[in-house]
């Protein structure tokens, strides 16, 4: 017996430029199921439910409402009928308080603010969907698990009937993700349909009732939760492509001692304390995962072990030689090497061509210049070496790197950093945005890297990756490292509790 | 002596709201995430629109008005170049400067030199002026001093009291977020900047019809700066900018004032004055040995697409 | 229907010719725009631009002139182009021009009287370095503050034009004069004339500047690393590039060319230091850059074309055009040229029609109060 069809959306397309985002998709919610939408990055999870939530107009297709056709002009249109959407990045004005930002959201026409009143409608809600925090806390004194709370609160304080949610369970703890699917059942309880984007399978078979999978903006699988196996989930997602399986051999126990990290401290860009008393060694020939949730400190080590962010106080010595005060650039020349999450805004110069970015850091290297001027002949060579030994596809020589597929950037981008055979490779979300088929090639070099006696260190907030990747796992909790854990010798429990702070 | 510190405070007040109505506006701009480098140009063009009319007509009323108009149409052509067309906005602001300096040099070389025949005189309030030293300073004043002394709280209630004000806060810092709440960050960036330039404008009616009553080619000598730099000097707040403004006022007028006394050093010591003080408070208020400002807009300057985000 | 069905697309990379074709569509609409104004004040818009164009550019001594108003126009184009390779708005070249002039002419009218190329050579350095030293504040502010430069640079206008007006009002007031002006320099020190053309030599330097300026951004490793600064200052960071240093190297050399322009102007053409020598080719030289899109070789022509603008002022002034004229009109070019901008970045695309069209139009507008 199943619910009323509360939306529909029928042959919807979507094109950005040449590629298609959305193919012809449909897809019908029904009231009160949590729906999830399975399918790799790319696959066109996040257009469909921007089309739904008004932010993108679909170039073809029919939404129907309650059987009823609409054409969603905007998000407030789209909360007008009923629908919201949390953003993968938050939509929060962080300078304002979290009572300010619900009841922007809510389209009061009052002019005159009274503070005190709306902070007690604000915690009336709050107390009402079970969705506890402070209202006259400021959006950036809140952590991420509780701004993600903010943000449904807004819709429920908007009466959504209809909910979506973009990847939620990336930000947080393993407990967190399940006390956050627990509220979510609740709401589906009460009649409000959800639905979720996801790319985790286990997630969203043990917490949807219904799965549609998507595959290169068409629609590959449709089913009941119930009926979904791991495997027919697989094959959809991922097609009839043959990955290639990322295996991790256990690495040789005590390689000799790389990078050591003793009582670092360093401070964010708002000029805080980001990183406490941060001890460490890494070893030779092995992967060295961090884990955390968002904003935990992870940006701050690893550019604080680049070079990039001054050392408040600690030492940080490489082979035994103390690299505290040097600068990214004899750290480069000393064999860090560093793939930054930012893939287009500092990694790579998205403006500027492969053979620019082929040599962003090797420019000054004798053979790449001389006596200040460029030898463009090299560069173009070194670049189209990188094209050759990755197989990097780039749309011509010429062509802005932006331009390029994520997954090619980042190949690009591997490629020009573990080129040189460095010491200390620090990769922070490595694999993030790729479709599967890049990411496994990227895991595939990062393994290679390893056998050859690189230390490898992996940032990650995912932590399958993490148990797959890595020989040891530290944990981030606020700038601290809770602890350090083998591999094989830890389970997600543990590390959930690590990421959320709680002393093991 | 009394009597020269009455006129000295009474004519700082004078040159401070000649560059806060700009600054407000600034602020009301900023606030929305639009920075306008081309404050220079729109006062200037303030100050000629205000000027030609009072001229032609007699009326400082519809001088007054014509400035708003002029300043509203700038605004509109600068809105649609940064928000619509999503350009560079220090470029359109070097592209207003150079806009409105020339383009009021063009249509003002006709009455250039030429008293107009109305100004804003200053009017004495009853019984308010009665009060010594205060009451000369400062309610013997211009109209457009008298609304200042209304714009300054009302626009601090509006920011920071209203909910009109609190889009307004988050609009220079998150566009993206209103416009999911639904609200339409391109017609309200729109209004400020509209609002932003008009206000800019009556800042030239003030220097050409209330400071002076002549028009000359590039009058306002950079106040249009010191009024930019005002801005982050008052961390985006009405109230500082007022007080920042009477620093630069005393400090330009006991410049001018100074003059007299010694003669000795050369007058474009004096005339450097303001310059040189708008170039402290901006490195003060904006280097990067302070803390960068709470109050900072984080989305200044950066347009806003819906679809690119 | 109309504008319903008309879609703005985002272009990928828009091709050299198109881009030029743009930017000549647009000054043309900038001229139109123009027209509006001469018009309001009761002149013919059309009479008036052929007088304009005729007089600067349809015979050789108009041309001469251009070139020459042009001269230290392109030495400010230059100089706005090269800051804002790395997106360093120096709006100060108007300060950077008269210091630059203060220090060489300092030297043409006091220094020691060496031989001449040494003294040639001397004065043009020091005028370089004054233009370079006046940046070099904005710079210092910048590299170690991060200060905006645009403010620094546009304040330090005033107080060197303050300065040039205090010394030629004051102690190098020339003798029985009532204008600000000083005595002429050495007849040595003037620019010698190439051949009969009328122009001198310093449209050498310029020309050779620009091709220096080019060579450099495109062949050398600064020239790579302004680049990168350029476009991101975060990779430049994570490159190991030394932001700071670029930062006083380009605002140097970016003063340093505004200060040339003081060479050529007292060298070449007025023999003499005089209060507001710069005469707004500073601001003018901000035009230049963006019209020429900051290609130093474009910026030759382009100031070509500005200078003859300028000269052309007075062809119209007997007619009682003010001579505001020029800077009018560069501004409203400007102003359309960065709208025209936007048409590099997207374009218009007719809606095609799709097969739902039917469907469409009969859809009921949904007015928001469907709900569910």
């Known amino acids: 017996m199943e619910n009323a069809v509360l939306l529909e959306m029928k042959g919807i397309t979507k094109r950005f430029g040449k590629t298609n985002a959305n193919d012809h998709i449909c897809l019908r919610l029904h009231k009160g199921e949590i729906h999830a939408l399975l399918g790799e990055n790319g696959a066109g999870k996040s257009t469909l439910m921007n089309i739904l939530a008004g932010i993108y107009r679909p170039d073809s297709g029919q939404i129907l409402a309650n059987g009823e056709r609409v054409e969603i002009k905007s998000p407030r249109h789209a909360a007008d009928i009923g629908i919201g959407m949390v953003h993968q990045h938050f939509q929060l004005i962080s300078t304002l308080s979290v009572a300010e930002n619900v009841y922007l959201s809510m389209g009061r026409t009052d002019f005159v603010i009274n503070k005190a009143a709306m902070e007690k409608t604000i915690r009336n809600y709050s107390e009402k969907f079970g969705l506890p925090v402070d209202p006259a806390a400021k959006i950036w004194q809140l952590s991420v698990g509780e701004q993600q709370r903010v943000e449904i609160m807004k819709l429920l304080c908007r009466d959504c009937k209809i909910l979506i949610l973009d990847e939620p369970s990336a930000v947080l703890t393993p407990q967190e993700a399940r006390e956050m699917f627990k509220t979510l059942r609740n709401m589906a309880d009460e009649g409000k349909s959800v639905i979720v984007i996801s790319h985790k399978m286990n997630e969203v078979m043990e917490n949807a009732d219904r799965i549609t999978v998507l595959k290169g903006g068409k629609i590959a699988d449709e089913m009941p939760a119930a009926e979904a196996t791991v495997d027919r989930l697989t094959r959809a997602v991922v097609g009839s492509r043959t990955l290639a399986e990322t295996v991790r051999r256990e690495s040789e126990k005590g390689g000799k001692p790389l990078l050591s990290i003793e009582n670092l401290c360093a401070g964010n860009d708002k000029g805080l304390i980001a990183l406490h008393d941060l001890s460490v060694e890494l070893r030779e020939g092995e992967i060295f995962a961090i884990a955390g949730v968002a904003g935990s400190g992870q940006r701050e080590l690893a550019e604080t072990l680049a070079g990039m962010r001054k050392v408040v106080s600690g030492k940080i010595t490489l082979h035994g030689k103390e690299i505290t005060k040097t600068n990214v650039r004899q750290r480069i020349s000393l064999g860090i090497s560093f793939i930054p999450e930012d893939r287009l805004q500092m990694g790579l110069v998205a403006q500027m061509n492969m053979q620019q970015n082929a040599v962003l850091k090797d420019f000054r290297e004798p053979a790449y210049s001389r006596w200040g001027v460029l030898k463009k002949a090299a560069i173009r060579t070194a670049a189209e070496n990188y094209v050759k030994d990755y197989d990097i596809k780039n749309g011509g020589m010429e062509l802005p790197v932006g331009l390029m597929s994520g997954g090619n950037q980042q190949k690009l981008l591997v490629a020009r950093e573990i080129h040189g055979n460095p010491s200390l490779i620090i990769a922070a979300y490595p694999v993030r945005g790729l479709d599967i088929g890049a990411a496994g090639e990227i895991n595939r070099i990062l393994l290679e890297q390893k056998e050859r006696g690189a230390c490898i260190l992996l940032i990650s907030e995912e932590l399958d990756e993490i148990f797959r990747m890595a020989d040891r796992i530290g944990v981030l909790c606020g700038g601290r490292l809770m602890g350090v854990r083998e591999n094989g010798k830890t389970d997600y429990e543990e590390i959930g509790r690590l990421m959320s702070g709680e002393a093991v | 002596m009394t009597a020269l510190i009455t006129s000295v405070c009474a004519a700082a007040i004078v040159y401070a709201v000649s560059v806060l109505y700009a600054a407000v506006g600034e602020i009301f701009s900023q606030r929305a995430g639009i920075m306008n480098l081309g404050v220079e140009g729109v006062m200037l063009m303030g100050a000629v629109s205000g000027f030609l009319t009072a001229y032609y007509t007699n009326s400082k009323m519809l001088a007054l008005l014509a400035a708003i108009v002029t300043g509203a149409l700038l605004g509109l052509i600068y809105a649609f170049l940064t928000v619509t067309l999503q350009a560079d906005q220090t470029v359109c602001g070097m592209a207003f400067l150079t806009f409105g300096s020339g383009l009021s040099g063009f249509i003002g070389k006709n009455v250039t030199g030429i008293a107009s025949p109305v100004k804003f005189d200053k009017i004495a309030l009853p019984l308010l002026s009665q009060i010594p030293f205060i009451g000369d300073v400062l309610f013997h004043q211009n109209l457009l001093v008298y609304l200042m002394y209304l714009i300054i709280p009302l626009s601090m209630f509006y920011i920071y009291r209203t909910r009109p004000g609190m889009i307004l806060r988050s609009l220079g810092e998150n566009p993206a977020a209103l416009d999911t709440a639904g609200i339409n960050v391109f017609a309200l960036r729109y209004a400020y900047v509209i609002f932003g330039c008009s206000m800019i404008a009556v800042s030239g009616v003030c220097i050409s019809l209330a400071y002076t009553n002549f028009w000359n080619e590039g009058m306002t000598g950079g106040k249009g700066w010191i009024a930019f730099s005002l801005v982050a000097f008052s961390e985006w707040n009405p109230t500082k900018a007022a007080l920042g403004a009477l620093l630069f006022g005393g400090i330009s007028i006991v410049g001018m004032n100074m003059q007299i006394y010694l003669p000795g050093v050369p007058s474009q010591v004096y005339s450097a004055l303001p310059y040189l003080a708008t170039v402290a408070a901006f490195i003060l208020s904006t280097g990067s040995f302070r803390k960068k400002h709470t109050e900072e807009p984080a989305a200044l300057c950066c347009s806003y697409d819906r679809e690119s985000r | ?372």
């Open chain 3, 1 to 372: 229907m109309g504008l319903a069905n008309i879609r703005l697309e985002r272009k990928q990379v828009a091709s050299l010719g198109r881009r030029i074709l743009n930017s000549v569509l647009f000054v043309l609409l900038g001229f139109a725009f123009s027209g509006i104004f001469i018009a309001a004040l009761g002149f013919n818009p059309f009479t008036v631009y052929a007088k304009m164009i005729s007089y600067s550019f349809l015979n050789l001594r108009g041309i001469r002139g251009s070139i020459m108003a042009g001269l230290p126009l392109m030495l400010c184009g230059l100089s706005v182009s090269a800051a804002f390779k790395m997106n360093l708005n120096n709006i100060g070249a108007e300060g950077q021009y008269a210091v630059g002039a203060l220090m060489g002419g300092a030297f043409a009218l006091y220094g020691p009287a060496l031989p001449l190329p040494l003294r040639m050579a001397v004065m043009f350095l020091l005028c370089a370095l004054g233009g370079a030293l006046w940046a070099m504040i904005a710079a210092v502010l910048k590299a170690y503050w991060n200060v905006n430069e645009t403010i620094i640079t546009l304040m330090l206008n005033y107080i060197a034009l303050l300065l040039m007006d205090y010394l030629c009002y004051g102690p190098w007031m020339a003798k029985r004069q009532t204008t600000p002006i000083s005595e002429k320099i050495p007849q040595e020190l003037y620019l010698p004339y190439l051949g009969n053309s009328g122009i001198n030599a310093g449209i050498v330097i310029a020309v050779v500047l620009a091709v220096l300026l080019y060579l450099f951004f495109q062949y050398t490793t600064v020239g790579f690393q302004v680049q990168v600064n350029k476009y991101s200052l975060r990779s430049a960071q994570y490159a190991g590039i030394n932001v700071r240093r670029n930062i006083l190297i380009i605002l140097g050399l970016s003063g340093a060319i505004a200060g040339l322009a003081g060479f050529v102007q007292i060298t070449g053409v007025v023999h003499r230091v005089q209060a507001q020598l710069p005469g707004g080719s500073g601001y003018t030289g901000i035009v230049i850059a963006y019209l020429s899109q900051f290609h130093p070789l474009a910026v030759i022509l382009v100031s070509i074309l500005l200078g003859g603008l300028n000269n052309s002022c007075s062809a119209v002034q007997i007619m009682g055009v003010p001579s505001q004229i020029a800077a009018m009109i560069q501004g409203c070019i400007m102003i359309f040229v960065i709208a025209g901008e936007f048409f590099n970045r997207y374009r218009l695309v007719l809606k095609k029609p799709d097969t739902t069209a039917a469907g469409q139009a009969e859809a009921v507008e949904s007015k928001g109060g469907v709900g569910l």
